[in-house]
């Protein structure tokens, strides 16, 4: 019995390590405070977008304009998204996103904007129609202008002005810009124009062809370069490579920073990306398998492994109670 015991001390300062100590004193060592030294709790919304964050942000730093300006926003948003949208009437204004949203890979302003096949699907409403509203308020990075219309996308809110005309096209994504997507597509669609994935052979212009002839592959690694170079240009920084992300960060950081960069990292160069629970899903999908392609097989062989550890200790235990039987 005396093993036993030991057994069980050791599993209970094991699990009170994990579930207790650990986190606690992550937490502490992570904690964000605000300018009067409060402590700022960064939650999850669901991939849902109504402005509390960045209402919040603006409340701390003490800028009654600022708050002022986003509730504003915000509020727009909300009266938007309460219209019939017409996808038929939305069809025709769309067409006004295909000048550059039309998969030619050709930077315009900093990035390379990105596809909009399956806008519908990974997207939450209201970003969307944050993002024709005001591209740097939706992506919470207004920070960056003087004036937002300078953001790479600012046009589009003097293009597409009307808030009948913002529901219609957002009810055409949602309605013919949808449909099942896969988790590559997703990341493809929401993260590459920006981050490199080198475990699958993937840059900020996409996969990385197979070339018979090296001069050739050796242009498109310049090509992918120079791309880096404006990417960065634009953000101050080449964003990360992201093939151990999903390793390297827990699911509470993974979340609330694709929600809202600005909350983990204040004054990134980082916009939302507003991706819905399904969009997000994805992408986390896709990272899991390129980050640890492995681990899939590994679940499904640990139930197997641990079942052989408690057999064997069955076993031992068993062994050594007979090997002891006359001695005590």
């Not at 790479?152 to 949808?178: C, L």
Request: charged fraction near 25%.
């Amino acid at each position: 019995m005396r093993e036993l015991k030991i057994f069980a001390v050791v599993v209970f300062f094991s699990l009170l390590t994990y579930w207790l100590v650990e986190p606690y004193a992550h937490h502490q060592m992570h904690m964000k405070v605000d300018k009067d030294g409060k402590e700022i709790v960064i939650k999850s919304h669901g991939f849902t977008y109504d402005g509390t964050d960045d209402i919040a942000e603006a409340e701390r730093k003490g800028d009654a304009a600022l708050v002022t300006k986003k509730k504003a926003f915000w509020a727009d948003v909300k009266t938007v998204a309460a219209l019939k949208g017409n996808a038929a009437a939305g069809e025709t204004v769309f067409a006004n996103c295909i000048g550059c949203h039309n998969g030619a890979n050709i930077n315009m302003g900093g990035v390379i904007p990105p596809n909009l096949d399956h806008s519908g699907a990974i997207y939450d409403k209201n970003y969307l129609i944050a993002l024709i509203k005001d591209p740097a308020m939706a992506g919470n990075v207004d920070h960056k202008y003087a004036d937002t219309s300078l953001h790479p996308m600012g046009s589009i809110k003097f293009t597409v002005s009307d808030n009948q005309q913002i529901a219609d096209v957002v009810a055409y994504m949602q309605e013919k810009k949808a449909g099942e997507v896969t988790p590559k597509e997703a990341f493809t669609e929401a993260c590459v124009r920006c981050h490199a994935v080198r475990y699958t052979k993937t840059t900020q212009l996409g996969d990385t062809p197979k070339f018979k002839h090296k001069k050739d592959e050796l242009a498109h690694e310049i090509k992918v370069i120079e791309e880096q170079d404006l990417v960065k240009a634009y953000m101050g920084n080449l964003p990360p490579d992201l093939s151990m992300m999903i390793r390297a960060r827990g699911e509470h950081f993974m979340e609330t920073f694709i929600e809202n960069p600005q909350g983990q990292l204040a004054g990134t160069s980082m916009p939302r990306v507003g991706l819905n629970q399904e969009g997000y899903e994805k992408v986390k999908e896709y990272l899991t398998e390129a980050g640890d392609p492995s681990k899939k097989a590994r679940e499904q062989l640990g139930p197997w492994v641990i079942g052989f550890f408690v057999f064997f200790t069955i076993l031992a235990f068993l062994w050594k109670k007979s090997m002891w039987r006359d001695l005590h």
